[in-house]
């Protein structure tokens, strides 16, 4: 993949599409196609295999999708399921039809079993039930892992996967009906401080564990396999370390909101107890995470601060809230 390749990022707006972006930029690259989701819709067939055609990408990062946190996985199941099916079939078969030289598709951590020896090696895919409040997500996700395992086999085409832990950093999503846990807390933290109120609210019970790798650690991954990785296998990416989500609460108090309080909801879902990621597999080929979490914190609630004013925060909020009102 040199540095005049033409190269596809699809997701470009979100968390990992944009560290994919930046990652290749810093690297040099001088042909990188993307296209907004205004644009170019992914579950469309035509639209795409026209912008392939016009487009011909040799190399394809796949990291667009509808995902969310444990609320929005559970309140939109429809969404999740429809729109990552029709994004990962639209787009690995046009990248065959047009002749894509490798794609990297990005799935999730939440395709393993509810109940999984920990950590998690990528054997254990399919062996049991998946979490309740992610299913539809994650039947969407493995059925990413097995296209490019058939269009591999059947039309030998160079089609990689790879599954990140839960993933935080710059360009997250701070809005709290849709986000993942640790931009909720940065978020919350945030408010109850900027607003003088003492007790932060968070959801269940704290108990549960999770892993938490940076994006720009996902995206350095990614640049990593797109060259270095031909297998078959999807691969597990991650720190190969979790903590509770009490110890992760404590941890942005500190960096947000030293004084706060923080109360836990038991009468909100914890989902999975645990689902930590085996990463011995792409250890072994040299790769290993950079950024410890601390750092993250402190560097993405610096980011949150210089570009998430309340006035786009509450603009998504309204425009989410007005979705949900013309679709009932
Ligand atoms: O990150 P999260 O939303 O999703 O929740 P999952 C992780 C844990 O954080 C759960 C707790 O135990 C939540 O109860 N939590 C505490 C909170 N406070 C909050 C809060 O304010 N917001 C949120 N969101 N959580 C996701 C899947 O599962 O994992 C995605 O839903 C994806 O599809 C992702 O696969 C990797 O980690 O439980």
């Given at each position: 993949m040199n540095e005049h390749a033409r190269i596809f990022v699809a997701g470009r707006r979100g968390l990992v599409g944009s560290a994919i972006l930046r990652k290749l930029e810093e690297a040099g690259h001088d042909c990188l196609l993307t296209a907004t989701r205004e644009q170019l819709d992914l579950r469309d067939q035509a639209a795409v295999h026209y912008w392939f055609r016009a487009?011909?990408?040799?190399?394809?990062?796949?990291?667009?999708g509808t995902v969310g946190g444990i609320l929005a996985n559970s309140t939109r199941p429809a969404e999740f399921i429809y729109d990552n099916m029709m994004i990962h079939a639209t787009v690995v078969h046009a990248s065959h039809l047009f002749g894509v030289k490798k794609l990297l598709y990005l799935g999730s951590s939440?395709?393993?079993?509810?109940?999984?020896?920990?950590?998690?090696?990528?054997?254990?895919?399919?062996t049991a039930p998946l979490e309740p409040t992610n299913e539809p997500y994650a039947i969407a996700k493995i059925a990413g892992i097995k296209l490019c395992q058939a269009y591999r086999r059947q039309?030998?085409?160079n089609f990689i996967s790879a599954m990140p832990t839960n993933l935080y950093g710059?360009?997250?999503?701070?809005?709290l009906t849709s986000s993942h846990v640790l931009p909720a807390l940065i978020r919350k933290f945030h408010d109850a401080r900027l607003e003088g109120r003492k007790e932060v609210v968070v959801w269940g019970t704290g108990r549960p564990r999770r892993e938490l790798l940076h994006v720009d650690d996902l995206a350095d991954a990614c640049l990593f396999l797109m060259t270095h990785y031909e297998d078959e296998s999807h691969v597990n990416v991650g720190t190969g370390e979790d903590l509770t989500i009490h110890e992760l609460a404590s941890m942005v108090r500190e960096v947000v909101y030293p004084d706060a309080v923080v109360i836990f909801d038991a009468s909100k879902p914890d989902g999975s107890p645990r689902k930590l990621l085996d990463v011995s597999r792409l250890h072994s080929r040299g790769w290993r995470h950079r950024i410890d979490l601390r750092t993250g914190i402190e560097q993405t609630y610096r980011w949150f601060l210089e570009h998430h004013d309340v006035a786009r925060l509450v603009a998504g909020a309204a425009a989410h809230q007005h979705a949900a009102a013309t679709e009932s």
């Open positions: 487009n011909r990408p040799e190399y394809v990062f796949l990291a667009a939440c395709i393993y079993p509810r109940e999984c020896e920990q950590p998690m090696t990528e054997s254990m895919l399919l039309y030998g085409c710059p360009n997250d999503n701070f809005d």
